[in-house]
Nanobody, 122 residues
Framework: QVQLVESGGGLVQPGGSLRLSCAASGSIFSINTMGWYRQAPGKQQRELAAVITSGGITSYADSVKGRFTISRDNAKNTVSLQMNNLRPEDTAVYYC???????????????WGQGTQVTVSS
């Protein structure tokens, strides 16, 4: 069994900062790509905010470039998202996603965290 646990969400004023963290645990052989998705209030689809490969290559949505930074610690199976200069339109539930090669059973799947709420408001 594999589990992703997220933390770090909360309420901040415009221009403030938050740092989200996600830790993977369970029957893990290795972790390939890890990323952060977000779903805004009233919107059905999740959008990709940032992604990072096992080799450290990153990619960002245009809406967060220059403000968000994704990083990972391969030894601890964690990924983080540093969010600076937050805007009201960043308000959403943020979900951690990881492509994980499991050891028991031997297979590769995508897993999701439970989601953490980020609210940017005065």
């Amino acid at each position: 069994q594999v589990q992703l646990v997220e933390s770090g969400g909360g309420l901040v004023q415009p221009g403030g900062s938050l740092r989200l963290s996600c830790a993977a645990s369970g029957s893990i052989f290795s972790i390939n790509t890890m990323g952060w998705y977000r779903q805004a209030p009233g919107k059905q689809q999740r959008e990709l905010a940032a992604v990072i490969t096992s080799g450290g290559i990153t990619s960002y949505a245009d809406s967060v470039k220059g403000r968000f930074t994704i990083s990972r610690d391969n030894a601890k199976n964690t990924v983080s998202l540093q969010m600076n200069n937050l805007r009201p339109e960043d308000t959403a539930v943020y979900y951690c996603n990881a492509e994980i090669r499991r050891s028991v059973p031997l297979r590769t799947d995508h897993y999701w965290g439970q989601g953490t709420q980020v609210t940017v408001s005065s």
